[in-house]
């Protein structure tokens, strides 16, 4: 590769999007890439010119190494939305100008459905301007909806927080052993895809019972039917833990989190801001059943919790930031890296490289066949697929007995 290259993060961070960063650095520097430059706060910022040498950070021998271990993106994210090029032309000439200043020969975008949006949106515009500048998309979501790949990095060590952390909570709703018991309603990221809540299942083992039961966005809500197994749950048990999505839905379409707030906050992307289902269901329950309840939100934690990252998920994570840089330097353009499964015992994943049409935009929900029947529990499918991608630990560099991150200045 004789131009420089600029790596950018968009969209919901994960614990791991560092080290699809570090990913390219290493790759870029192997093949011998003069700069490797940050985009600060994602294709927003680039189109402003904001930029910094990744050199600075991770030349440094501890650099890479922190990285990894360092939650949220390092490098700032965003949720802009490419506007339609018609008529738009000057945001995506901006973009071009800016590369050609910096000499930047590839840009790699490090995100979900939305961040490959951009990506095949700057591809197409490339290809149809005859610019030679090529665009890769890494693939990043806790929530795990990106088609064609296998997972997505960034969902090993979500789910891996959401199991620990379930298993945690069931361990101290037990603990009472009351007659009556608490009912905990713990609420679990993934706007419509279920992946997240899904990792509920996983809390499951020798030592724990689990999870008593688990909805998922990909089934609707049925208000009358939860009241109903959560009677009768209190009536036979002297725990309950219930995982919910903050994406459930009645059937009219309306989130659960709407029936409490009808006025919830969209992004760029017209997403729905999720939050306040697990309290929504809690006082519900209390006021219907005179029960203690509890909520839980994982909210932020879910996603940021690098010290607990599946250090498959890390490494993985690296692997596709790596690759993207090889296909790129293989003249590869308008594609986004795959993680593919060649085996789950052992687990062996490898990587492709795939059209981005075909990913941009489209979610990927829960396979139907790997939920049960009773629409409030994963089976044996499900474990077998995900359990692989959740072990493994990198501990944290502790400094003052708190993990130690790498900071943009
Ligand atoms: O896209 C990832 C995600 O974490 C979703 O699971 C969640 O609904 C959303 O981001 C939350 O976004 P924000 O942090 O912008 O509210």
Redesign the pocket.
Known sequence: MKGNIVVGQS??PTAVINSSVAGVYAAAKKLGVKNVYGMVHGIEGFLEDKLIELEDYLDAPVGIELLKRTPSAFLGSC?FKMPKIEGHEDVYEKVFEIMEKHDIECLFYAG?NDSMDTVKMLSDYAAAHGKTQRFMGVPK???NDLPVTDHCPGYGSAAKYIATSLKEIIRDNESFGAKKPTICIVEI???NAGW?TAAAALAKGEDCSGADAIYLPEKVFDMDAFMEKVKHLAATKSSVVIAVS??IHIADGRYVCELANENVAV?AFG?K??SGTAAYLAQLIAAETGLKTRAVEFS?LQ?AATHLASLTDINEAFQVGHDAVVAANEGKTGMMITLDRNGDDPYQCGTSAYDIHAIANVERPVPAEWITEDGCGLNEGYEKYARPLIMGELLPIFVNGVPQHLVRK
């Open positions: 969209g919901g949720r979900g979501t806790i929530d990221m993934g706007r997240l903050e994406g992004d997403h801001q999720m932020t996603r």
